[in-house]
């Protein structure tokens, strides 16, 4: 029964990392016809009604109150889908799916060091060393070996993307405030908040012409992909993922976060890019380090002894 469990929350954590692998893929694929602003309007604006009604079936409609914490869900949710959806998609524009999935990767190390600056959790020096490899290796894949003429290249907008999985750090973190919040109630509730945000946000760049609003012919057009980020990368993968990791735990689950660079990579390949030694080598570096910073996270738990 325990392994019918672990199996079933390993398919869902393998599904999630590869939806989210693929969605940077199909987010670059939609930026040329609807833009960052636009994209995310009609990426959470769906995904958080859909999540209201979930939350309303399974918690009941009492759960949709925010109970006196509806400016901290606001915040975290203004933080989380405005900050992290706007920003990345304003990177990706002008980088590669590769870039933003390896600097996503990065999420579990800079939890930690969040963690360390804001809390005083400090981590282990194989965890900080671990961070230092992996940064290293985010390095390698952006400039692929080349440091001169960096800044003609993607570095301005990789910064982006690392500004955004930095504001879902802040959204992640916000969560253990709030701990008599079910997760589904937190992160539909703030959502649905954060999409108020989103909403006005692009309202406000449209009218000041930075954002320009597609055509509904256009997004009927891109459908398909506006589904796929809305309801199948918004909504079922993130069920998918908090279900995973209460199968398998959260150290277990964090390790499938290296599926997401090595899907953006193998979909690269199979649109006929070709990557050089250094890009290779850099995404290696980054998931290899994800890997030896969990199991040294783990190890010392599992020497410790166990009493009865």
Not at 10 to 28: D, E, H, P, R
Request: proline share 4%; hydrophobic share 55%.
């Amino acid at each position: 029964m325990q392994s019918n469990r672990m199996l079933a929350g390993a398919g869902m954590l393998v599904f999630t990392t590869l939806v989210w692998g693929a969605m940077f893929s199909v987010a670059k694929g939609t930026l040329h016809a609807i833009d960052a602003f636009w994209l995310t309007t009609w990426r959470y604006v769906p995904a958080s009604l859909t999540m209201l009604a979930l939350l309303a079936i399974v918690e009941g409609r009492g759960a949709l109150a925010p109970d006196g914490a509806a400016r901290r869900l606001w915040l975290f949710g203004s933080l989380g889908f405005a900050g992290f959806s706007m920003l990345g998609y304003l990177g990706l524009a002008r980088s590669r799916p590769e870039h933003a999935a390896i600097i996503v990767a990065l999420m579990p190390l800079f939890t930690t060091l969040a963690n360390w600056l804001v809390r005083g959790t400090k981590p282990s020096r194989a965890t900080l060393v671990a961070t230092l490899v992996a940064l290293a290796g985010t390095v390698l894949v952006i400039t692929r070996g080349r440091l001169h003429g960096v800044i003609d290249g993607t570095l301005s907008a990789d910064a982006l993307v690392l500004a955004g999985m930095l504001c879902w750090i802040g959204y992640t973190m916000g969560a253990a405030t709030m701990p008599r919040f079910s997760t589904l109630r937190y992160t539909a509730l703030s959502m649905a908040l954060g999409a108020t945000t989103i909403v006005g946000v692009t309202a406000v760049a449209t009218l000041a012409g930075i954002a320009d609003p597609p055509a509904l012919s256009t997004v009927a057009g891109h459908g398909v992909e506006v589904v796929y980020l809305s309801l199948v990368a918004g909504v079922l993968a993130v069920f998918a993922w908090n279900a995973g990791v209460a199968a398998l735990g959260a150290p277990n689950g964090v390790l499938f976060i290296n599926l997401v660079p090595i899907t953006a990579f193998a979909i690269g390949i199979a649109q006929g890019h070709r990557f050089g030694p250094s890009e290779i080598a850099g995404a290696l570096l980054v998931i290899g380090a994800l890997v030896a910073s969990n199991v040294a996270a783990r190890a010392p738990a599992a020497r410790s002894p166990k009493f009865a």
